[in-house]
C-alpha cells in the first residue's frame, strides 16, 4: 500500500513537472526574441533612417552607459509612433518647433562643423559606429523591447531644469525621461 501511494506521488510529481515545463516553454515562444540583422541587409531607406538614430543617439548620449543610449533611441522611436511627430526618425530628429530644435545638437553649428572632423578621427569613428550598433539593434527590434523609458516622448540632462507640466518615467544615466501628463 504504501509503495503503490509513494509510486502514484512520484507520478503526480513527474507530471506537475512537464506539465510545468511545458507551460514555461510555450510561453516563452509566445514572446519574440530581438533579432539580429546587419545594417548591410537593409534597404538604402532604412539605413538612412538608421544613420539619423545613430547621429541623434551619438550626440545626445555617447558618454551615457549603452542603457542610456537604447533609451534615447526609444524615445526618438516612441515620437515617430506618436500622432504628435513626424513619422519618420530623420524629420523627428531634425524638427524644430518655431526656432528651437527638438534636439539641441541638430541646430549647434559648432557640433556639425566637429562631426565633419570626427569622420577623420580613430577614436571618435569607433565611437560613432557603436551608436550605430545599439541604434540598428533599437531600429530593427523596437515592436519587441521593453521600453526602459515608459514610454517617454521627452527627456532633459539631470543638469537642465525645464519648467515642464509632464509626468515623469524613468531616470536612466544623466537623463530624465517624460511622457505627457493624461
Known sequence: MIKNLCFLFIVFLVII?????F????????????KKIYYS??????????????QNIFYEARAEPQEGQLAVAL??????????????IC???????????QFTWWCDK???TKAVKYRYNEQEKNVYNKMRKVALYAYINYE?????TGGALYYHANYVNPKWKKTKTAKIGK??????RR
Do not use: M
Open 110 to 112: 559648432d557640433l556639425k
Open 17 to 21: 513537472f512537464i506539465g510545468g515545463w
Open 91 to 101: 524629420n523627428v530628429v531634425r524638427e524644430r518647433n518655431t526656432s528651437v530644435c
Open 75 to 88: 524615445v526618438t522611436l516612441n515620437r515617430v509612433q506618436s500622432p504628435l511627430y513626424p513619422h519618420d
Open 41 to 54: 541587409s537593409l534597404s538604402q531607406e532604412a539605413r538612412r533612417q538608421v544613420e539619423c538614430l545613430a
Open 144 to 148: 519587441v523591447l521593453e521600453d526602459i
Open 23 to 34: 507551460e514555461t516553454t510555450s510561453k516563452a515562444s509566445e514572446i519574440e526574441k530581438p
Open 175 to 180: 537623463h530624465i525621461f517624460y511622457k505627457n
